[in-house]
């Protein structure tokens, strides 16, 4: 089967990056297939993502990171490779609510979104059956202010019993260790019921109406050690009235959490988000 590689960069701005990569995959007789690339003005940073063609490409996918070290380290760059055929292994961490992570095995089952799920786990054993009915094992491990610590290493042991490369966390109501978070670096995306900054923490859409928003909305970011604080990937809203209750802002604001996340699985999936500092650029 044939196979793309998808390439991306981020470094310092300079003069002749954009050619300085290019020239490589020349050389390697590369055909590129898309091109994408930013310079960020405030932080002085160029950020790019490439995919080439597999067919033709004069570099076996184990050569590629060898050959092409020397030229990332001239330009002091952060890179990382993937190829098309070797999909991700992204676990879904989720509690009792079941709308994003059913969204997202529907969506993985008819082939929108390109990866393995390895294992769904849980803290209440509520989805298991919805879980297993395609055909993906489902570890409940139950978690007490007490026992946090212990729970979290076991999902930390399950995670890379299976090698996982990615983890979602599909309104997963339990806040993670900074030791936790230090192990999946930029790779552990949260969907928030809220437009983040505004309403951080639990309950949101109550404090929403309380405070007689006309706008609801839902946020996806990476986790990082401050809560709900984490570079955000994508989000979108829904306009309310003084008619709708708290009811009808968690049924909207549901709609929308699936739609955010989805997207944003599907853009971490085929490396389109680059992270730079507290921000992402995305290559939709």
Same mark, same amino acid.
């Given at each position: 089967? %044939?196979y793309?590689? #998808?390439l !991306?960069? @981020?470094?310092?701005?300079? =003069?002749?990056? &954009? ?17 994408d ?13 490439l995919e080439?063609?597999?067919?033709g ?18 330009? %002091?760059?952060?890179w #990382?490779? !993937?190829? @098309?055929?070797?999909?991700? =292994?992204?676990? &879904? ?6 709308h ?6 529907w ?11 390895p294992?769904?786990?849980?803290n209440?054993p ?5 879980v ?23 999902v ?8 996982v ?20 670096p930029?790779?552990i ?17 109550r ?7 006309k ?8 986790v990082t050690e ?13 306009h309310v009235t ?16 699936r ?9 971490h999936?085929e490396?389109r ?5 507290h921000?992402?650029?995305?290559f939709?």
């Amino acid at each position: 089967m %044939g196979y793309n590689v #998808r390439l !991306s960069v @981020t470094c310092p701005d300079a =003069k002749g990056l &954009i050619a300085a990569v290019s020239s490589f995959i020349s050389m390697h007789d590369g055909n590129i297939l898309s091109a994408d690339q930013y310079v960020n003005r405030e932080s002085g940073r160029f950020l790019m993502r490439l995919e080439i063609e597999g067919e033709g490409f004069g570099l076996e996918r184990e050569e590629f990171g060898a050959a092409f070290a020397p030229l990332a380290r001239r330009h %002091g760059m952060e890179w #990382r490779v !993937s190829f @098309t055929d070797t999909p991700k =292994k992204m676990a &879904i961490l989720v509690s009792r609510y079941d709308h994003c992570l059913i969204d997202l095995l529907w969506r993985w089952d008819a082939g929108e979104l390109d990866a393995e799920i390895p294992l769904v786990v849980s803290n209440h054993p509520d989805l298991a059956g919805r879980v297993e009915a395609y055909g993906i094992p489902f570890f409940h491990l139950p978690v007490s202010r007490e026992s946090r610590a212990e729970q979290e290493a076991q999902v930390l042991d399950l995670l890379s019993d299976h090698g996982v490369d990615f983890v979602v966390l599909a309104r997963y109501m339990q806040i993670l260790s900074p030791k936790f978070v230090s192990a999946y670096p930029d790779r552990i995306l949260n969907i928030h019921h809220s437009f983040l900054p505004a309403f951080v923490g639990a309950d949101p859409y109550r404090r929403a109406h309380d405070r007689g928003v006309k706008t609801i909305g839902a946020t996806a970011h990476y986790v990082t050690e401050d809560l709900d604080a984490g570079p955000i990937v994508h989000q979108d809203v829904a306009h309310v009235t003084h008619r709708d209750t708290v009811d009808d802002l968690v049924r909207l604001g549901r709609e929308v959490e699936r739609r955010v996340l989805a997207r944003s699985v599907r853009w971490h999936l085929e490396d389109r988000v680059l992270v730079d500092g507290h921000r992402t650029v995305v290559f939709e």
